[in-house]
Protein backbone atom coordinates (compact mmCIF):
# COMPACT_ATOMS: atom_id res chain seq x y z
CA UNK A 1 0.00 0.00 0.00
CA UNK A 2 1.30 3.52 -0.74
CA UNK A 3 2.18 5.81 1.77
CA UNK A 4 -0.26 8.23 1.03
CA UNK A 5 -3.01 5.62 1.08
CA UNK A 6 -1.80 3.97 4.53
CA UNK A 7 -1.76 8.14 6.27
CA UNK A 8 -4.99 8.25 4.65
CA UNK A 9 -6.45 5.13 6.12
CA UNK A 10 -4.40 5.40 9.46
CA UNK A 11 -6.85 9.41 9.74
CA UNK A 12 -9.56 7.39 8.91
CA UNK A 13 -8.80 4.73 11.51
CA UNK A 14 -7.82 7.26 14.72
CA UNK A 15 -11.19 9.12 14.13
CA UNK A 16 -13.09 5.88 14.89
CA UNK A 17 -14.01 5.34 18.39
CA UNK A 18 -13.46 1.40 17.69
CA UNK A 19 -9.75 1.70 17.37
CA UNK A 20 -9.24 4.68 19.44
CA UNK A 21 -7.49 1.89 22.34
CA UNK A 22 -4.48 1.42 19.43
CA UNK A 23 -1.58 3.07 19.66
CA UNK A 24 0.55 3.87 16.71
CA UNK A 25 2.34 0.62 15.73
CA UNK A 26 -1.05 -1.22 15.87
CA UNK A 27 -3.14 1.64 14.40
CA UNK A 28 -0.63 1.52 11.45
CA UNK A 29 -0.62 -2.17 11.44
CA UNK A 30 -4.48 -2.19 10.60
CA UNK A 31 -3.91 0.76 7.77
CA UNK A 32 -1.89 -1.34 5.99
CA UNK A 33 -4.22 -4.24 6.16
CA UNK A 34 -7.40 -2.07 4.84
CA UNK A 35 -8.19 -2.18 1.39
CA UNK A 36 -9.79 0.87 -0.41
CA UNK A 37 -13.07 0.33 -2.18
CA UNK A 38 -15.18 2.37 -4.50
CA UNK A 39 -19.09 1.99 -4.37
CA UNK A 40 -21.96 3.91 -6.66
CA UNK A 41 -25.27 4.97 -5.27
CA UNK A 42 -27.47 2.00 -4.62
CA UNK A 43 -24.43 -0.66 -5.45
CA UNK A 44 -24.80 -3.77 -3.59
CA UNK A 45 -21.04 -4.15 -1.11
CA UNK A 46 -22.71 -7.78 0.00
CA UNK A 47 -25.56 -10.08 0.48
CA UNK A 48 -26.97 -11.80 3.24
CA UNK A 49 -25.65 -15.26 3.39
CA UNK A 50 -22.46 -14.80 1.07
CA UNK A 51 -19.08 -15.79 2.90
CA UNK A 52 -18.08 -13.10 5.25
CA UNK A 53 -16.43 -10.09 3.25
CA UNK A 54 -14.73 -8.59 5.87
CA UNK A 55 -14.19 -5.85 8.31
CA UNK A 56 -16.11 -2.67 6.33
CA UNK A 57 -15.27 0.91 7.51
CA UNK A 58 -17.00 3.92 6.02
CA UNK A 59 -14.59 6.46 4.99
CA UNK A 60 -16.67 8.24 2.83
CA UNK A 61 -20.80 8.37 1.90
CA UNK A 62 -23.58 6.64 2.94
CA UNK A 63 -24.37 2.56 3.41
CA UNK A 64 -27.58 0.77 4.02
CA UNK A 65 -27.74 -2.65 6.20
CA UNK A 66 -30.73 -4.30 5.43
CA UNK A 67 -32.75 -7.74 5.33
CA UNK A 68 -35.06 -9.08 2.45
CA UNK A 69 -38.40 -11.32 3.63
CA UNK A 70 -38.83 -14.51 1.51
CA UNK A 71 -42.08 -12.15 -0.13
CA UNK A 72 -39.57 -9.07 -1.33
CA UNK A 73 -39.97 -7.09 1.83
CA UNK A 74 -36.97 -4.89 2.95
CA UNK A 75 -36.18 -3.87 6.36
CA UNK A 76 -33.39 -1.39 6.91
CA UNK A 77 -31.56 -2.25 10.15
CA UNK A 78 -29.04 0.40 10.03
CA UNK A 79 -27.64 3.40 8.09
CA UNK A 80 -24.40 4.09 8.10
CA UNK A 81 -22.24 7.23 7.93
CA UNK A 82 -18.06 8.12 8.00
CA UNK A 83 -16.38 6.73 10.41
CA UNK A 84 -18.51 3.92 11.19
CA UNK A 85 -18.21 0.09 10.30
CA UNK A 86 -20.17 -2.79 10.12
CA UNK A 87 -20.39 -6.91 9.37
CA UNK A 88 -17.63 -7.75 12.67
CA UNK A 89 -20.26 -10.39 13.88
CA UNK A 90 -19.08 -12.10 10.65
CA UNK A 91 -15.73 -11.60 10.83
CA UNK A 92 -15.26 -12.54 14.47
CA UNK A 93 -17.67 -16.14 14.28
CA UNK A 94 -16.80 -17.40 10.64
CA UNK A 95 -20.46 -17.19 9.70
CA UNK A 96 -22.10 -15.69 6.12
CA UNK A 97 -22.56 -11.91 6.19
CA UNK A 98 -25.79 -11.61 8.60
CA UNK A 99 -27.12 -8.73 6.54
CA UNK A 100 -27.32 -7.29 3.20
CA UNK A 101 -25.21 -3.93 2.45
CA UNK A 102 -25.51 -1.03 -0.32
CA UNK A 103 -24.02 2.10 -0.72
CA UNK A 104 -27.12 4.90 -0.36
CA UNK A 105 -24.61 7.07 -1.71
CA UNK A 106 -21.08 6.92 -4.09
CA UNK A 107 -19.19 5.42 -0.89
CA UNK A 108 -15.45 4.64 -0.11
CA UNK A 109 -14.90 2.06 2.44
CA UNK A 110 -12.04 0.39 3.97
CA UNK A 111 -12.24 -3.27 4.23
CA UNK A 112 -10.25 -5.92 6.29
CA UNK A 113 -10.80 -9.50 5.42
CA UNK A 114 -11.51 -12.03 8.33
CA UNK A 115 -7.60 -13.72 8.42
CA UNK A 116 -6.37 -10.73 8.53
CA UNK A 117 -8.71 -9.38 11.25
CA UNK A 118 -7.79 -12.24 13.55
CA UNK A 119 -4.38 -11.98 13.22
CA UNK A 120 -4.64 -7.98 14.54
CA UNK A 121 -6.43 -9.34 17.56
CA UNK A 122 -4.44 -11.88 18.44
CA UNK A 123 -1.67 -9.69 18.19
CA UNK A 124 -3.42 -6.08 20.12
CA UNK A 125 -5.35 -7.16 22.62
CA UNK A 126 -6.42 -3.52 23.12
CA UNK A 127 -8.37 -3.90 19.60
CA UNK A 128 -10.35 -7.10 21.04
CA UNK A 129 -11.66 -4.80 23.96
CA UNK A 130 -12.65 -1.91 21.35
CA UNK A 131 -15.08 -4.91 19.22
CA UNK A 132 -16.60 -5.74 22.39
CA UNK A 133 -17.67 -2.40 23.59
CA UNK A 134 -18.63 -1.60 19.75
CA UNK A 135 -20.82 -4.82 19.86
CA UNK A 136 -22.21 -4.14 23.42
CA UNK A 137 -23.52 -1.24 21.92
CA UNK A 138 -24.76 -2.76 18.37
CA UNK A 139 -26.78 -5.07 21.01
CA UNK A 140 -28.37 -1.86 22.80
CA UNK A 141 -29.15 -0.98 18.85
CA UNK A 142 -30.89 -3.74 18.21
CA UNK A 143 -33.10 -3.91 21.53
CA UNK A 144 -33.93 -0.79 20.75
CA UNK A 145 -35.46 -1.71 17.58
CA UNK A 146 -37.14 -4.26 18.64
CA UNK A 147 -38.78 -2.13 21.49
CA UNK A 148 -39.77 0.26 18.85
CA UNK A 149 -41.33 -2.53 16.10
CA UNK A 150 -43.18 -4.11 18.88
CA UNK A 151 -44.51 -1.46 21.52
CA UNK A 152 -44.57 2.10 19.30
CA UNK A 153 -47.17 2.68 16.95
CA UNK A 154 -45.72 3.63 13.19
CA UNK A 155 -46.36 7.53 14.04
CA UNK A 156 -44.69 7.27 16.61
CA UNK A 157 -41.73 5.30 15.21
CA UNK A 158 -42.04 7.72 11.89
CA UNK A 159 -41.77 11.28 14.58
CA UNK A 160 -38.58 9.57 16.16
CA UNK A 161 -37.09 8.48 12.55
CA UNK A 162 -37.34 12.45 11.55
CA UNK A 163 -36.29 13.98 14.47
CA UNK A 164 -33.25 11.58 14.46
CA UNK A 165 -32.45 12.44 10.86
CA UNK A 166 -33.07 16.31 11.25
CA UNK A 167 -30.26 18.26 10.36
CA UNK A 168 -29.46 21.57 12.49
CA UNK A 169 -33.15 19.87 14.13
CA UNK A 170 -34.98 21.51 12.06
CA UNK A 171 -34.65 19.81 8.38
CA UNK A 172 -35.33 16.02 7.86
CA UNK A 173 -34.46 13.61 6.82
CA UNK A 174 -31.76 13.89 4.29
CA UNK A 175 -34.39 13.24 0.86
CA UNK A 176 -35.54 10.24 2.09
CA UNK A 177 -38.56 8.76 0.38
CA UNK A 178 -41.47 7.32 1.27
CA UNK A 179 -40.95 4.15 0.62
CA UNK A 180 -36.99 4.58 2.70
CA UNK A 181 -38.94 5.41 5.27
CA UNK A 182 -41.51 2.61 5.63
CA UNK A 183 -38.01 0.04 5.17
CA UNK A 184 -36.40 1.88 7.76
CA UNK A 185 -39.38 1.33 10.43
CA UNK A 186 -40.72 -1.80 8.92
CA UNK A 187 -44.20 -0.57 7.86
CA UNK A 188 -45.16 0.05 3.83
CA UNK A 189 -45.40 3.59 1.77
CA UNK A 190 -48.50 3.98 2.22
CA UNK A 191 -48.62 4.16 6.15
CA UNK A 192 -46.33 6.47 6.24
CA UNK A 193 -47.83 9.04 3.67
CA UNK A 194 -50.92 8.72 5.84
CA UNK A 195 -48.66 9.85 9.25
CA UNK A 196 -46.81 12.29 7.46
CA UNK A 197 -50.18 13.96 6.02
CA UNK A 198 -51.40 13.88 9.75
CA UNK A 199 -48.17 15.54 11.55
CA UNK A 200 -48.74 18.23 8.46
CA UNK A 201 -52.55 19.03 9.30
CA UNK A 202 -51.24 18.89 12.55
CA UNK A 203 -48.51 21.66 12.33
CA UNK A 204 -45.62 19.67 13.26
CA UNK A 205 -43.92 19.62 9.51
CA UNK A 206 -44.50 20.88 6.37
CA UNK A 207 -42.64 19.97 3.18
CA UNK A 208 -41.14 22.62 0.41
CA UNK A 209 -40.57 20.85 -2.81
CA UNK A 210 -38.21 17.49 -1.88
CA UNK A 211 -37.54 19.21 1.55
CA UNK A 212 -39.38 17.89 5.19
CA UNK A 213 -39.40 20.92 7.75
CA UNK A 214 -40.18 20.48 11.03
CA UNK A 215 -42.33 22.97 12.53
CA UNK A 216 -42.86 22.00 15.89
CA UNK A 217 -39.88 19.78 17.09
CA UNK A 218 -41.64 19.47 20.58
CA UNK A 219 -44.65 18.56 19.31
CA UNK A 220 -43.17 15.71 17.24
CA UNK A 221 -41.11 14.79 20.24
CA UNK A 222 -44.53 14.23 21.87
CA UNK A 223 -45.62 11.81 19.47
CA UNK A 224 -42.53 9.62 19.21
CA UNK A 225 -43.59 8.70 22.91
CA UNK A 226 -47.01 7.80 21.91
Known amino acids: MEADTVDSSTEL ?3 VPYFA ?10 AR ?8 KGEVIFLEGDPCAGLCIVEKGRVKLF ?23 AVLDGGPNPLSAM ?24 LAVGIIENLAAR ?25 TEAVGGHE ?3 RMTQQEMAAQLGTVRETVGRALRD ?10 RHRLIILDQEGLENRAMV
Do not use: C
Open 199 to 208: FEEEGLIRFD
Open 172 to 174: APR
Open 13 to 15: LRS
Open 139 to 163: ARHLLSLVEDLSLRTVSARLAKLLL
Open 67 to 89: KVSRDGREQVVKMLGPREFFNEV
Open 103 to 126: AALGSVLRIIDRGTMLDLLARYPA
Open 21 to 30: RLDEVALGAV
Open 33 to 40: AAIERRYG
